[in-house]
């Protein structure tokens, strides 16, 4: 039988411990987003559905990007116990100088039409946590003003080979001049792939105002004010354009663009080069042997071609082919920091993320930028921990278990 008594005051004290209120409430809902996902949902609140959806969607069906997700979630990790991991080191050397972590800052278009800040609050955040900040051709700040910005960090510079090679030229050498150290050259895009999102919101550069987009804005007010309040949308290394995404992106890329431009290109560049785009182990040993410094693993995000070959996948068989004569980094699916420690474990000197950037972008400006790093970064060192490993450079396939859920079938 339990005897009730009276709760006495001295026993409720300790329970009745109330937070202080706050007032922030950008600092709020930050301080509440314990993972990308959750950054995701508040971006999706925060931002009209056009700007929303050309981070968040890929290509046709989205196959693509679903697969590669699924691949990080089709993990199993393999701890050893019983090591002291007190302490932690998820840093090492990429191209030869130090990261603090084994993640950077993707190359992102459109950049300021997800949040007005922009690739001033990548780039600075990135500057901040010791880690590299891509910038994007087709990027809203300019390579002078993202140096500017961020005079400190690491900062690349991601090409795409116009039909115009003069002026493909011309930002390259802009980059070098400020201080870029390393090129990404993108190579999954002779065309733009068919992204359906972007054409059933009829999204234009910069944002038309419709009846449509109007009333998509009434629940949204703060990211209109932040848009006509601050200087007009425009690319920083283009000239100003007003149509569709699609007829943008077909207009200016390059469907004759061969390995042949890729040596060029090469040839012209002082710092490291990076091959961004690789799907095969052949495409990935034949840019090895033109002697590029690094090559990364990826379909752009789902973006291009749907159905195309999962990263993740991938890696194993590349690494294990031409690791020795070039980084593999990875990039496209990854939503977590267990998902950079699996790359890392097989085999990827180094992963980028695109989306979860902007997603934290889109969720608060620089400070949604650095909730972003912050939880990647969390959740690197607890995955580590909890593997028992005390560095990068521990780990090894023996940590991970790709579950088999699509297999090719036997070619006949």
């Not at 691949?71 to 998820?90: C, E, G, K, S, W």
Request: hydrophobic share 45%.
């Amino acid at each position: 039988m339990v005897e009730r008594r009276i709760p006495r005051f001295h026993d409720l004290a300790p329970l009745m411990q109330f937070k202080k209120p706050t007032f922030d409430l950008k600092a709020k809902r930050l301080r509440e987003a314990l993972t990308i996902e959750d950054l995701r949902r508040i971006a999706k609140r925060r931002t009209p559905t056009a700007a929303f959806d050309y981070t968040d969607g890929s290509a046709e069906a989205e196959i693509s990007l679903r697969r590669a997700r699924q691949a990080f979630r089709d993990v199993q990790f393999n701890p050893a116990i019983l090591r002291d991991v007190a302490h932690v080191d998820t840093g090492w050397d990429v191209l030869g100088k130090r990261v603090e972590q084994p993640f950077g800052i993707a190359p992102t278009g459109f950049t300021r039409m997800m949040q007005t800040e922009g690739e001033k609050a990548g780039a600075t955040a990135a500057a901040a946590a010791g880690i590299p900040f891509s910038l994007s051709t087709m990027g809203t700040a300019s390579v002078e003003d993202v140096a500017e910005a961020a005079p400190n960090g690491r900062n690349w510079f991601q090409l795409y080979m116009w039909k115009d090679r003069d002026r493909s030229m011309a930002l390259v050498e802009r980059a070098a001049k400020a201080g870029f150290d390393t090129l990404l050259v993108t190579v999954d895009v002779p065309v733009a792939g068919a992204r359906l999102r972007d054409s059933r919101n009829g999204m234009t550069i910069p944002p038309s105002l419709t009846p449509r987009t109007i009333i998509d804005a009434l629940p949204r007010p703060w990211w209109w004010v932040d848009f006509l309040t601050t200087e007009p949308l425009a690319f920083a290394s283009l000239d100003r354009w007003s149509g569709t995404v699609a007829e943008l992106l077909n207009t200016m890329f390059d469907p004759t663009v061969t390995y042949d431009d890729l040596a060029w290109i090469k040839s012209q560049w002082p710092g490291k080069l990076v091959v961004k785009g690789i799907q095969t182990l052949d495409d990935a040993k034949r840019v090895t042997e033109l002697g590029v410094d690094g090559l990364i693993l990826s379909n752009h995000g789902g973006r291009q071609l749907d159905r195309a070959p999962i990263p993740f996948h991938t890696l194993p068989e590349v690494v294990r082919e031409v690791g020795a004569d070039a980084e593999v980094w990875v990039d496209t699916g990854i939503m977590s920091g267990a998902d950079i420690v699996a790359s890392i474990a097989l085999g990827a000197r180094f992963t980028l993320v695109g989306r979860a950037y902007l997603y934290g972008l889109m969720a608060g400006g620089r400070e949604g930028v650095d909730r972003m790093i912050e939880i990647l970064s969390t959740e690197v060192a607890r995955t580590m921990r909890l593997l028992g490993v005390n560095s990068l450079e521990e780990l090894n396939p023996s940590h991970v278990t790709q579950l088999e859920r699509l297999a090719p079938r036997a070619r006949s």
